[in-house]
C-alpha cells in the first residue's frame, strides 16, 4: 500500500506570496491533518479535514487554510508569507480520525520563505 | 490544554548501552499515547502506541507503558544501535467526548545519538 505522499518536497518563496501545498492520503483513509514544524516551536496541529470538512483546527492565523477533495486529498495554502512560515509543513492520515487511531505522516513539504 | 513534555538532549549513549526517553504528560480527557521516530530528511514513523491505561506499545526493541498514575509513557530499549540514532517524539492524541481527535500534542523531541 503507498504511504502519504507529499507535493512539491522543497519550496522557495519570497514574502506576500502565497503557496499551495498538496497531499494524497493513504488510499482508503479520510482523514488528513496537517502540522508545522519548526526549530523553535516542534510540532503544532494546523488543520484536520475529514470528508471534505474541517473539523478541527489549531491556533493559528487565517493566512492558513486548506480543503480536501472528494478523493480525500488535500491541499493548504498559506498566504502573505512571512519569514515565519518557513518550516517542515507535514501532512498525516488515518482511517477517520479518531483518537486511538494512528496517523501516518508523508516525508513534508519544506518551505524557505525569503 | 493537553501538553507533553519530553527530555530533549541531545542525548549520547554507547552502541549497546540501555536507553531510557522519559515522556510525561496532561491532559483532559482519554488520550491515546504515541511514540513517532524521525530520521534525517524524513518524515515521521510511528514507534509504537498504547490506547488505554496499562497498556504496553513495543515494536523494534522498544517498549513503553502507559502508566496513569504517573501520567508518563517512557520509552525505553535495552541495546541500542548505531541506526537508532534519530529523533523521538512522545505524542498524545485527546479523544473529547463528542468523539474524534484534537490534533495530535507533541513533546519538542529528544535527539538521540548512538556512537559505535
Known amino acids: 500500500k503507498a504511504g502519504v505522499t507529499q507535493t512539491p518536497r522543497y519550496l522557495i518563496k519570497t514574502r506576500g506570496q502565497q503557496v499551495t501545498l498538496s497531499c494524497s492520503p493513504i488510499?482508503?483513509?479520510?482523514?488528513v491533518s496537517w502540522y508545522q514544524q519548526t526549530p523553535g516551536q516542534g510540532l503544532q496541529f494546523l488543520f484536520e479535514?475529514?470528508?471534505?470538512?474541517?473539523?478541527n483546527k489549531g491556533n493559528f492565523p487565517g493566512r492558513f487554510s486548506g480543503r480536501q477533495f472528494s478523493n480525500s486529498r488535500s491541499e493548504m495554502n498559506v498566504s502573505t508569507l512571512e519569514l515565519g512560515d518557513s518550516a517542515l509543513y507535514l501532512c498525516?492520515?488515518?482511517?477517520?480520525?479518531?483518537?486511538?487511531?494512528?496517523?501516518?505522516f508523508g516525508p513534508g513539504t519544506r518551505l524557505l520563505v525569503l | 490544554g493537553d501538553s507533553v513534555t519530553q527530555m530533549e538532549g541531545p542525548v549520547t549513549l554507547s552502541e549497546e548501552a540501555f536507553l531510557t526517553i522519559n515522556c510525561t504528560y496532561t491532559?483532559?480527557?482519554?488520550?491515546?499515547l504515541f511514540w513517532y521516530v524521525q530520521y534525517p530528511g524524513e518524515g515521521l514513523q510511528l514507534l509504537l502506541k498504547?490506547?488505554?491505561?496499562?497498556d504496553k506499545g513495543s515494536n523494534k526493541g522498544f517498549e513503553a507503558t502507559y502508566r496513569k498514575e504517573t501520567t508518563s509513557f517512557h520509552l525505553e530499549k535495552g541495546s541500542v544501535q548505531v541506526s537508532d540514532s534519530a529523533v523521538y517524539f512522545c505524542?498524545?492524541?485527546?479523544?473529547?467526548?463528542?468523539?474524534?481527535?484534537?490534533?495530535?500534542?507533541f513533546g519538542k523531541g529528544t535527539h538521540l545519538i548512538i556512537q559505535p
Open positions: 498525516a492520515s488515518s482511517l477517520n480520525g479518531q483518537g486511538v487511531e494512528t496517523q501516518y
Open positions: 479535514y475529514f470528508s471534505e470538512t474541517q473539523r
Open positions: 498504547a490506547t488505554k491505561a496499562d
Open positions: 491532559a483532559t480527557g482519554y488520550p491515546s
Open positions: 488510499s482508503g483513509h479520510r482523514s
Open positions: 505524542a498524545l492524541s485527546d479523544e473529547y467526548s463528542g468523539g474524534g481527535a484534537d490534533g495530535l500534542t
